[in-house]
C-alpha cells in the first residue's frame, strides 16, 4: 500500500480541548451506505475522539442513527445537488463557508473520503485543520497532508483504508487488518417502526404470496435498463410461479408504471410510497432484490436479502456488491466505450452495455438465487 506525505503547511496553531475528526463525504445514497463499515473501524480506533460527518442532506438518511458518528453537518455541496447552480460564484461562496464551520469546529485532522473531491480538500486546507487525509489523486494534489494508494480497490475498502490512515497520523494503537466484506459488512438494521409500516404498504397492495422485489432506477439514466426488459422478466417471473413488486422513489413511478402496464399483469408498483427505512424493511421481506447499480441495490445486501445486479458503464470492481458472490451475481457484458465511467445526468437513458443485457439472463440469474436460498 503506496503512500505519501505531502509537505506540512503552515497552518495557524490551534488545539482543542476535545480530539476532533472531521470527516467529508458528498455523494448519494450507495457511496454513504458504502462508508458505514470505515465509521465502525474508526470508532474502534479512535473511541475517544469526536467524529463530525459532512454529508449532503440528501444522504442523511443513511447515516442517521449511525452510533459511530457524534455529529452530522448537512451541506450542500456544489455538483451533488443534481441542481443548476444560480451563480458561478456560487461553488466558491459555498467553499469558503464550509472552512468557517471547520474553523469554528477545529478539529485535529479533516478526511476527503471522495477520492477526486479538491473542494472538500481544499475547504479544509482553507480552515488551517493540521491534517488532512485523502486518496493519491492528481486533482488532490498539494492540498493532502497525507494521501494513499487507493487505485483498483473496492469504494468500501478505499474509504476503510483511508479512515486507517487518518486512525494511525492520529496516533490509534489499534491495528485492524484490511477490510473484506465478512469483517466488515454492510450492514442495515431494520427497526419495528419500518418493519410494521412495511408489513402495512404490502397488504394494502394486496400481495398474498412471496415476492421478490424489482428496483429498476438509478440517479443515473445512463444506468437504467430499458422498461420493455423488465416487463418481460417480471412476465416470464409470473409464469414459474414468482410475484414481483415494484419499488422506487416518487420521481420514478412513470418508469414503474410504465414497466407494470407492460406486463399485462396485476404488478404492484410502490413508488414513492417507502421511505429508505420503510424500503429497507419491504426488502428485508422479500425473496430476493434485483435491479440496477443504485443505492437501494446496495441498501438490500445491507439487509441481508440475495440480490441481482445489473451493470453497464460503472466499475464493478468499485461499485459492486460488497458480499458473498454467489448470493449477489452480477450480469454484466464484455463492452466498453470510451465513456465508461461517465454517469453524468446528461447522458441517456440505452448504453449499449446495459441493452446488450438479456432478459433470460436476468430471469435465470434470479431464479438461481432462489435455489439456492431454497437449499439453504
Known sequence: MARRALKQRRVPPYQSERKRIWLIRPDHLGDVLFLRPGLKRLKQQLPDWHVTLMIGPWSRTIVDNDPNVDEIVEFPFPGFTRAVSSSPAEPYRLLFEAAALQRNQRPQAAVILRDDHWWGALAAHQAGVPIIVGSEHPEMHGLLTDAVDVAGMHSVARNTTILDLAAERLG????????????DPLCWEVNDDDRTSAGRIIANCGVERPYIVIHPG?????????????ADVVTSLDRRGIAAVLTGSASEKPYLDRIASLTGLPVQTLGGQTSIGELAAVFE????????????????????KPTVQLYGPSDVRIYGPWGDPALHPVIKVGMSCPKCGNLALNRPVGAGCMVAIRVEQVTDAICQILHERNRQ
Not at 438509478?218 to 423488465?230: D, F, I, N, T
Not at 422479500?286 to 437501494?296: E, H, I, K, R, T
Open 218 to 230: 438509478s440517479g443515473a439514466p445512463v444506468k437504467l435498463w430499458p422498461a420493455e426488459r423488465w
Open 285 to 304: 421481506k422479500s425473496l430476493a432484490v434485483a435491479g440496477v447499480d443504485s443505492g437501494p441495490l446496495h441498501l438490500a445486501v445491507a439487509v441481508g
Open 172 to 183: 490509534s494503537a489499534v491495528k485492524l487488518p484490511p477490510a473484506n466484506d465478512d469483517s
